[in-house]
């Protein structure tokens, strides 16, 4: 809570065009912190996607609320069709999870919140300066979270996150939950949690944001590089190419496709030295069955997860590397 802590959440709260940043201990506890300082209460439901890690649903559960599961669409991100299928009476809150580095369709979803009359908090750990019509993950609802995990495209060097907000009770509530309680005056005023984020891990990511955008530029270069190489194969579906759609500016923190013989192709990358990933294990929410949660309509979803992974997206790959994996791919298509 000292000197390096106040610049890093000033420098993000202008990065992102938000009236405050907090720091915190964790992604997941900025999902928990948001999400009461934004008045989601026992007994309240939640909607969010069931493509998500699960510290997104576990958030909910642990403020006493009830998860909801939705499907997702085409481009991996939170359907809005499929909330409004959710929506009851016991509804507080929508919660989109900013995926894979993109920002969900926010404007229906917001069009959504205004009709039934609930909040917006976002998940955005994996989209840390992505945008929807110029406005950044994690500035749209009440609050908005992100993780500094060291996987993701702004990472610490152990586990961080934070907190937006532009809303001055909400950000109140924030600033004393994540320290004991304790208000402005230093006064214990709430329960609350110990979740301030370190200031060695704050003066490590005020460095790096420094540089933040060349990364992301690089990424961007990736997919495009990416596009042009494997964009014609019938048999995959890649994500929406660098500037292909007007309203989404994607920072791709993963590549995440759909293809065709899912594991086969896996295989074949393996042994030609090339690393895959499948997120979550392979398994969105709905498919941990020890937890009960109902996703027997979720038929987007489960059919994804029959075709999609990951391939390799970070601002280290050199165009040959880009260039050897999509040969790779062509010509295991070829066989």
């Not at 000033?10 to 900025?30: I, P």
């Not at 069931?50 to 576990?58: C, E, G, L």
Request: glycine content about 8%; hydrophobic content about 40%.
């Amino acid at each position: 809570m000292q000197k390096d802590l106040e610049e890093f959440e000033a420098n993000l709260a202008k990065f992102t065009s938000s009236k405050y940043a907090f720091g915190v201990a964790d992604g997941t506890a900025a999902i928990v912190i948001a999400l009461k300082a934004s008045g989601v209460q026992p007994g309240d439901e939640v909607i969010l996607p069931s493509h998500t890690f699960i510290a997104t649903a576990s958030s909910v559960h642990f403020v006493g609320a009830k998860p909801i599961l939705a499907d997702c669409g085409p481009d991996h991100m939170l359907d809005a069709k499929s909330v409004e299928k959710k929506i009851t009476s016991k509804t507080r809150a929508i919660l989109p999870v900013q995926l894979n580095g993109r920002t969900c369709n926010m404007a229906a979803l917001q069009s959504l919140a205004d009709k039934h009359g609930l909040l917006i908090v976002e998940d955005a750990a994996q989209a840390l300066g992505s945008k929807f019509n110029g406005k950044c993950a994690g500035t749209f609802g009440k609050a908005g979270t992100i993780s500094f995990y060291p996987a993701k495209t702004l990472g610490a060097f152990g586990d961080a996150g934070a907190v937006l907000t532009s809303d001055d009770e909400t950000a109140k509530l924030v600033r004393a939950l994540r320290d004991h309680g304790r208000g402005e005056d230093n006064e214990i005023v709430m329960w609350g949690y110990n979740s301030r984020l370190d200031n060695i891990q704050a003066a490590i990511l005020n460095l790096k944001l420094k540089y933040y955008e060349e990364d992301v530029s690089r990424r961007r270069e990736i997919a495009s590089r990416y596009q042009s190489q494997l964009g014609e194969l019938k048999q995959l579906q890649l994500p929406p190419a660098p500037e292909s759609e007007k309203e989404h500016y994607d920072v791709f923190q993963n590549y995440e496709l759909e293809a065709d013989d899912r594991d086969g192709l896996r295989n074949y990358l393996n042994e030609a030295g090339v690393g895959t990933l499948v997120q979550w294990g392979g398994r969105a929410v709905h498919h941990m069955k020890k937890l009960g949660l109902d996703g027997s309509d979720l038929v987007y979803t489960d059919a994804m997860f029959k075709r999609c992974m990951m391939i390799p997206m970070h601002p280290y790959l050199s165009n040959d590397d880009v260039d050897f994996v999509s040969e790779t791919i062509r010509n295991f298509y070829k066989r």
